[in-house]
């Protein structure tokens, strides 16, 4: 199942997105992703209480001029930390979170209640199905062998792409980085005998769905839509 970007009013941040931190709480680069992610929830907290069912989030980044649209500042990164904060403010059930980059002097972010979405916009998808742990290099090749059996490395540039993962008993949000980091063959690869590391600073617009089916139990498919541009 996939659904449609919000496009309702949107709140202006009052500073810079920021990109997931794996470093110790009191480091600066910690300290400065938790103001955003406070700065933000404060934002759209009205609107989360509100919320009675499942729930959108939209995170427009706007990156400065001096700074390269393509290369790193991966959307994942910074869709994963506001999503994973925003999830513990309601008892609603985030399905859809979109991230956009893109040369701009604000960001903007929205959550509105989730509407269903039927078309892929006359893109074609690729199903692969996996078993192995997220955290393991199994996944990552799992995935990475099932789309290199039907994807060709999309042309230069922007590139626009859509996750939708059916899962049992699985957290989907600690799937989206290792799925990403197995789509080299759509792509490509950022360094010569480097694995896992596509070129996925190429993304500019990322959409990730949920779906929930128990019977699949630890198994998770993903629905795959990339398009160039």
Not at 48 to 66: F, H, N
Not at 100 to 127: W, Y
Not at 146 to 155: D, M
Request: one cysteine or more; proline letters at 7%; a negative charge.
């Amino acid at each position: 199942m996939r659904y449609a970007r919000p496009e309702g009013p949107a709140q202006e941040l009052g500073t810079q997105p920021r990109l997931a931190s794996w470093d110790a709480a009191t480091h600066p680069s910690q300290l400065r992703l938790q103001h955003y992610l406070h700065h933000a929830t404060s934002l759209v907290r009205p609107a989360l209480s509100a919320m009675i069912g499942p729930w959108s989030l939209r995170l427009d980044v706007g990156l400065p001029e001096t700074v390269p649209v393509l290369d790193q500042h991966d959307l994942d990164n910074f869709a994963y930390p506001l999503a994973q904060h925003l999830s513990c403010e309601t008892a609603s059930h985030l399905v859809s979170v979109w991230c956009t980059k893109s040369r701009h002097t604000t960001s903007f972010i929205r959550v509105e209640p989730a509407v269903t979405r039927a078309d892929l916009d006359g893109n074609s998808t690729i199903s692969v199905h996996t078993t192995a742990s997220a955290s393991s290099t199994s996944y990552k090749q799992q995935v990475h062998d099932q789309v290199a059996r039907h994807a060709v490395i999309l042309p230069e540039g922007p590139v626009a792409l859509e996750l939708a993962f059916t899962v049992g008993r699985r957290n989907w949000l600690n799937l989206w980085k290792p799925t990403i980091d197995a789509l080299e063959p759509l792509l490509g690869r950022t360094t010569p005998g480097r694995d896992w590391h596509p070129r996925d600073g190429r993304i500019t617009e990322l959409g990730l769905h949920l779906t929930e089916d128990l019977t699949l139990g630890y198994a998770v498919r993903i629905d795959i839509s990339a398009s160039a541009g």
